[in-house]
């Protein structure tokens, strides 16, 4: 069965210093990927997104995700993180089940940053 | 900009009560999805459209979930007798097309609706 875990429920880190999101999915084929963010009351924003070809991708607001087949790993990274990082964030796999191409999510992560 | 719309942003239920919950798709989207999360969880699949066909419903939780998209635009989940267990967020999604053709998955979602039932 397709799942995604995130293994780390909540994470702190200091403004400045530079993030990790664990992810990891089991799928059978091909996956596509995605990390989404959530703020408090708000809907989820699309970070980046795999689907083929290069195994590391850019994203929006400095993060970028690699795609490691061998490990079944998809973890976020940021070089530095800034105070208004702070959010949930959701890891995510698309995949094919009796023909519906849903998505399936982590339990979110939720991010605290120290000033 | 137009982007995926859910009213009523915030709804408080008497447990018992019937709620309807409204979903504006992006215009010409095809495939419309729901998704219940509930409190410190992600989001989980609950149906799936593609224009005005349900082909997916493996989700719903109970009977008394009950969902429609009769002109393959707007969309309505409709929960009957809520119960308490119903507090979530419900998020609705628009995809441009179904199937499994690579970017034209990415699925477009909502501000959410979020659900109380007392």
């Known amino acids: 069965a397709q799942s995604v875990t995130q293994p780390d429920i909540h994470i702190t880190v200091s403004e400045g210093a530079s993030l990790e999101l664990r992810c990891n999915y089991s799928y059978g084929a091909t996956p596509y990927l995605f990390w989404y963010v959530q703020s408090p009351g708000q809907g989820l924003q699309l970070l980046l997104k795999y689907f083929s070809g290069d195994t590391l991708v850019q994203g929006i607001k400095g993060f970028e995700a690699e795609f490691k087949r061998s490990q079944s790993s998809f973890n976020l990274r940021k070089p530095s993180v800034h105070w208004s990082d702070a959010a949930e964030y959701f890891c995510?796999?698309?995949?094919?089940?009796?023909?519906?191409?849903?998505?399936?999510f982590g339990t979110g992560t939720r991010l605290k940053v120290l000033a | 900009g137009a982007g995926v719309s859910q009213s009523p942003r915030y709804k408080v239920a008497k447990r018992g009560q019937d709620v309807a919950l409204r979903c504006d798709p992006i215009?010409?989207?095809?495939?419309l999805f729901w998704y219940q999360q509930a409190l410190g969880q992600g989001p989980e699949f609950l149906t799936y459209f593609q224009n005005e066909a349900q082909l997916d419903k493996s989700g719903l939780p109970s009977d008394r979930f009950f969902a429609e998209r009769p002109e393959g635009s707007v969309s309505t989940l409709k929960i009957q007798r809520t119960q308490q267990e119903d507090s979530a967020v419900y998020l609705c999604a628009s995809s441009l097309v179904g199937g499994a053709s690579g970017s034209y998955n990415e699925q477009f979602f909502g501000p959410g609706t979020r659900l109380t039932v007392l």
């Open positions: 995510a796999v698309a995949g094919t089940t009796s023909g519906t191409y849903k998505y399936i």
């Open positions: 215009s010409g989207h095809v495939s």
